[in-house]
């Protein structure tokens, strides 16, 4: 279960997946989750999928022709169904294996990968939608307890030498190159794990959104233990 006693946190959980899509995003609530216990194993399916790179993305046609035993099974039919229910909602979800996300060390004093804290930007309305099931699951934060990076005088400081071009474009330069989608989290922050099972619906940052987009982050995988994720 989701750890709301901080009900600082802007979350909203239902009970099954027509609430999840359908429930509006409204005051400081930016984030909604389908709260879920799962059954079956779904390491196991980690363990028959083939990963050559860092990232290995499972097509719904490969996951039903996997060996797999009992538990396995039941992990598998739970993964299609949610592949199922989101692609019938216009979503075009992936389901990958992770061993580790591409580290960006391009600016010594800004980290634009996705374990820096961020917000998804869309120039259309749409949502985000994940889920961990095995594996180190993702963190939230609400907005009241972060920064965003550009704002913070030092980082803005190093993004001016960084842009040596006339004021009026500086802000463009921001958006151009992402910096303005990243947050820093404050002192006495407390971010919020997404668990496992869950089925998230994240509010992303679009031209007719009612509210604050929800800032996020990857988790630091544990060593030789990759996640299995969905995402849409």
């Known amino acids: 279960m989701i750890d709301l006693s901080h009900n600082e946190n802007k979350i909203h959980c239902v009970s099954n997946f027509q609430d999840l899509v359908t429930t509006a995003f409204h005051d400081e609530i930016n984030a909604i ?17 083939e990963l050559t790179g860092n990232i290995a993305t499972i097509e719904p046609a490969e996951l039903r022709e996997l060996k797999l035993s009992e538990q396995g099974q039941l992990a ?11 692609k019938g909602h216009g979503g075009s979800p992936i389901l990958n294996v992770i061993s580790y996300y591409d580290r960006d060390d391009t ?9 820096s804290f961020h917000v998804d ?37 190093e993004l001016k030498k960084l842009y040596r071009g ?19 989290a404050k002192p006495d922050a407390c971010a919020v794990s997404l668990g496992l099972g869950n089925l998230w619906r994240l509010a992303v940052d679009h031209p007719e959104s009612l509210v604050s987009p929800c800032v996020h982050r990857a988790p630091k995988e544990k060593s030789g233990q990759s996640r299995l994720l969905l995402i849409c």
């Open 76 to 86: 598998r039919e739970i993964l299609l169904e949610d592949l199922k229910m989101l």
């Open 121 to 157: 930007r869309s120039p259309i309305p749409v949502d985000t939608f994940l889920c961990t099931y095995y594996g180190e699951s993702s963190d939230i934060l609400p907005n009241s307890q972060a920064t965003q990076k550009v704002l913070i005088p030092e980082i803005r400081n």
């Open 166 to 184: 006339p004021d009026e474009g500086f802000e463009s330069f921001l958006s151009e190159y992402f910096f303005d989608l990243h947050y820093q």
């Open 33 to 49: 989750c389908w709260t879920r216990k799962l059954t079956g194993d779904f390491s196991e399916i980690i363990d028959k999928v």
């Open 107 to 115: 600016y010594p004093f800004f980290s634009t990968d996705v374990y």
